[in-house]
C-alpha cells in the first residue's frame, strides 16, 4: 500500500478528531481532513464555516469556502456576522483547523505578508477568519507542510497567535481557547512542549527519520522525549479520501452551462 | 425602490471618489454590477469587501480603486488575486492604500454601521501585528468586568451593491442561501442598489424568509446571470472552472488587459459578456 | 440533546436559585415549562424575560421568585400584572427586586450575552430616568467620535427555556415566526431546553430557516400545546380570550390562588391542564 | 353623524400619517390610528411592531404586539434584536407613534410608576421600546386622553424622553430624532411651542371649548396664537374605523379550541 506525503498528513490529521466534535473549517487541507473524518470514524462531526453553514455534510470539497453545497447539506444558515459573535466567540467551537504560509517556534501564524507590511515582498491573501479562530476555539490545530521557509525562527507578520512569546504570555494575554495543540506536517506531527510551548516533534509518520524533519524545519527542532510512531493510513481512510478527492475533482472540472 | 436598466442605475448612483461596497460572501456577488462600474470608468473609488475576490481584482487591475479595506484578499481556493498583488506589490496601476481587519472585525464593523453606531467591539485582535498597522482598530474598557476589548470603526459605505434572487412588484428583494455579511452591508449603507436574478409579483418566500423590504432599496435591476462566475442559489452554480482559469488570466498584465478589453469593455452589457464567455469556452 | 417527559426535564435541568429566562415575545412562551416549575416548586429563582407575561406573573405569584430582569411587564393588550404589582406594591407573597430596561436594552443585553462580551453598546436610555435606578447600565466612550453611548451589562442565564415547532430526530429544532429574542437568549444560556408541538423524522424547514442545532439544545421534551395560552405559528392562534380573563382571575390573591391550584398544582401535566381549562369552558 | 372622543382622537392620529410613511407602532391607540391610516388615505404606510414584523397588514388589530396576524401578513420578520439596533437605532422610522400614562408639558412620559420608583404606589408595565422609539425616530405622535391626572406639571419618572427641560436641551442631550411633534388628545392637538418646546393646544375639534382642554390639562395650558378648527372625521374615516374595531372585537373574543 502506498500512499503520498499529502494523503499520510490528511489521514494523521483527520485521526484527531473525535466523533461530535463541533469543528470551525478552512478551505483546503483542514477541510479535507474534517470532511474525511466525518466521512469515516467520526460521522457526527460538526462542521461550520465562516461562511455560516453550520453542520454541513458536502458530498465534495467546497472550491470556495462559500459554495452552493455548504448551504444545500447545512442543519441552519446564518449571517457571517453570526458566525463569529454568537458561535466562535460565544464559545461554542471545539476545534479550529488552520493552515498558514508560516509559522513559527510558538504557533504563531503568519498569512499576511512576506517583507515589511507596508512595502511587501509578497502579498498573501491574509488573516481572514484566522485571529479569531486561533482566540476562542477551545483548541487549534495547524495542517502545514514543513520546509525552511514555512517553518520559520521569525514570522514576518502575526496574523494570528498560538502561544505569543511562549511559556503562559497566550494566557496572560487574555485568549480565552487552549492556543496550538498539534501542528499536522508532512513529515510528523509537533506539539508545544508543556511549559515552555516550543513546538516539538511528538510523532512521526512510517519510514520517515526525524532528522530529515528537523532539517525541514527552519528553526533547530526539539524531539519529545517520547517520540510517537505514527501509523499509517488504513485503507479505509486512504480509500475514502481518494474516492472524496476523484468526486472533487470531477465536480470542480464540470463546466456549467453559462446563465444565459 | 425605482427598477433600472443596469446601466443607468450604475450611472445615476454610483460616483467617482465614493465609497462602495459589492457584498456577498463567494454567494450572490454582483459580478455584471462591477463590470458596469468598469464599462463606465467610474474611478478613485473605496472598496470594501471582506473578501476582494474577483470583481475587486478586476476593478483594482482597471485602475479604479485608490483605497480598499478587507479582511482576506485571495482568489477562493485557488491562491492570489494577482491585481490585488501588483497594486500593493508594485503600485500598478496606480498606488493602493489598504485598511486590513481579520473577518471577524470586518463583520463587527459591518454590523456597527448598520446599527449607526460609531463602533464595534469584540473580543478580538489579540496577539496579532494588524491593529499595529489599522488606526481603525482600537481598544475600549468593560465598564463592568474592567476587561479591555477590541473596537473597531463601523463602515457605512455610499453605496452598497448586491445581487439576489428575486424582486417583487413592490420592489421587496428576497435573498436565499448563504447571506455572508450582506444584510449587514445594505443596511450600514447610505444607499443600496440590487441586481436580481428575476422579477416575480410575489416572491418565493416563506415565514421568516429573509427580504429587504422595498423601502430600503434605493433601485434594482433585473440581471439575469448578474453573479456570475460567482453564484445564485437555486439559478446557477458557482462556476470553479473560472475562478481557477482566473488565476492564469491575471497573472500577468498584459493577459489581464486584454481579457478585460475582451470581455468587459468590449461588451455592452452583462447578456454579451456571457456570450463572449460563451464563445470562448465553444472555441476551445 | 436528549428528549426527556417536561417533568423529568425540569427536574433534572432547573434548580432553585438559577437565572432562569423563559423567552418568546408573545409568540411560543414556554407556558407548559412554567406550569412544571410550579408544579415542582423550584422557587428562589432570578427570572429574565423581555415581557414577563402571565407565566411570569404566575411564578411570582407563587412566591417562587427573588429577582426579575425585564423591560415592560405589562398583559400586553389588557392592562396590569396583577400578582407582579402585588409583588413590587405590597411585597407579597414575598419581597421581589428588580432590574428595569427598556426593550432595546434588554435587546442588547442578550445580543451580548450570545456574544460572549460582558456588555452591550446602544445609544440608548437619553433622558430617562432608568439608568438611576439599574447600576447594570452604563456608559462608555466611542474611541473614535469621543460620543458617549449607552451599555448595558450582558445577560447570561444559567437556563433559557423555550418553546418551537418541532424537534428532528437528531435534535435539530425549527422556530418559525415571531422570533423575539428567543435566539440571543438560547445562545447566552448555559443550558438551553425546549418543549417543541412535535418530533418530526425531518424538519419542515426551507433554507435560511431558523433552526437551533441539536449540539446547543441541553434538552428537549414534546409538549403538544406547550405555549398556550401564548401560540405556536401554523399550530394554535394565541388565545385573547384567555388573556383578557387573566385580568380577572389575577387581580385578587385568593382568585389567583383558587385558579392556580385548580388548574396547575391540581392537575398532572399539561394536557391535564388544557383539560381543565376546557371543562371551565364547558361549564361557562 | 355622531362620533365618540375616541373616534376623533384616533381619525385625528391616523390623517397626521401621509402615504409611504414608515411608522414604528405600540399598541392600543396608536394601532388603530396607524391601521385606520393604511385601511384609508395612506395604503402604503409601513408598519413596523417591536416584535420583529416589517411592513405587516393585518386585517385586524392585534391585542399583542406579536399575534400571529402581524407575522402572516409581514413583507419580512427580524429578530426583536434587529429591529432596535439596525431598524430604529439605524434611523429608518419616520414616525414614532407612543402613548404613555402620563405627559409633563414638554412631552416627556411616564409610563413606569406612580409615586416613589422603589415604592411605587401604583407600578405600571414600564417603558418597553418607548426610550429609544422617543430617540431615535425621526418623527413622534404621542396619542393620549387628556386629564389632570395624565397631563401633569411633574412626571413621577421619566420612562422616555420629549423635550427633556424644554429649550434645546434635547438636542443638547444628542438624541438623533426631532422628538414630539404632536400629542393628539380627546380634546384637540399640542404641539411644541417653536423656541421653549411647551405643548400648547394647536387645534381643537368641532364643538369642543378650549377651556375645556385647558380645564382638563395639569399644568397651564398656552393655547398656539392660531389655534386650528379640526375638522370632523369622515364618513370614509369612521366607516372603516368602525369596520376595524368590529372585526377586531369578533376576532378577539372567538373561542379558539384548545390545543389538546
Known sequence: MSYSKDEMMTVAAARLLTDGTTCFVGIGLPSAAANLARLTHAPDTVLIYESGTIGTRPEVLPLSIGDGELAETADCIVPLPEIFSYWLQGGRIDVGFLGAAQIDRFGNLNSTVIGDYDHPKTRLPGAGGAPEIATHARRIFIVLRMSPRSFVPQIAFRSSGGFFEGGDSRERAGAPGAGPEVVITDYGILRPHPVTRELQLSGIYPGVDPAAAQAACGWPLAIAAELEQIPAPSQEHLDALRALHARTDRAHSTLHPLPL | ?284
Request: proline share 5%; with cysteine; charged share 20%.
Open chain 2, 1 to 284: 425602490m425605482e427598477l433600472l436598466s443596469l446601466r443607468e442605475m450604475i450611472a445615476r448612483h454610483v460616483k467617482p471618489g465614493q465609497m462602495l461596497a459589492l457584498e456577498g460572501f463567494t454567494h450572490l456577488i454582483p459580478f455584471a454590477a462591477g463590470h458596469e462600474i468598469i464599462r463606465q470608468g467610474i474611478g478613485d473609488l473605496h472598496l470594501v469587501r471582506m473578501t476582494p475576490d474577483l470583481i475587486y481584482d478586476q476593478l483594482i487591475g482597471m485602475g479604479l480603486v485608490r483605497e480598499l479595506t478587507f479582511s482576506w484578499g485571495g482568489n477562493p481556493g485557488v491562491g492570489s488575486l494577482h491585481r490585488l498583488r501588483d497594486a500593493v506589490e508594485q503600485q500598478w496601476p496606480r498606488p493602493l492604500a489598504w485598511h486590513e481587519h481579520s473577518h471577524a472585525g470586518m463583520a463587527a464593523a459591518y454590523t456597527a454601521g448598520a446599527a449607526k453606531l460609531p463602533f464595534g467591539v469584540l473580543r478580538g485582535y489579540i496577539g496579532t501585528d494588524l491593529p499595529k498597522h489599522n488606526p481603525q482598530i482600537s481598544h475600549v474598557e468593560c465598564p463592568y468586568t474592567g476587561e479591555k476589548l477590541a473596537t473597531v470603526r463601523a463602515v457605512n459605505p455610499d453605496v452598497t451593491i448586491l445581487h439576489a434572487q428575486q424582486v417583487d412588484a413592490r420592489g421587496n428583494v428576497l435573498v436565499r442561501g448563504i447571506l455572508g455579511a450582506t444584510r449587514e452591508a445594505a443596511l450600514a449603507a447610505k444607499a443600496v442598489l440590487f441586481t436580481v436574478e428575476e422579477q416575480v409579483e410575489k416572491l418565493d418566500a416563506p415565514m421568516n424568509a429573509t427580504v429587504i423590504p422595498h423601502w430600503v432599496v434605493s433601485a434594482a435591476a433585473v440581471v439575469k446571470g448578474g453573479a456570475w462566475p460567482s453564484y445564485a442559489q437555486d439559478y446557477y452554480p458557482r462556476d470553479n472552472a473560472f475562478y481557477q482559469q482566473w488565476d492564469e488570466i491575471a497573472r500577468e498584465r498584459g493577459s489581464f488587459r486584454a481579457w478585460m478589453e475582451h470581455h468587459v469593455l468590449g461588451t455592452a452589457d452583462h447578456r454579451a459578456f456571457l456570450q463572449r464567455i460563451g464563445e470562448g469556452r465553444a472555441a476551445s
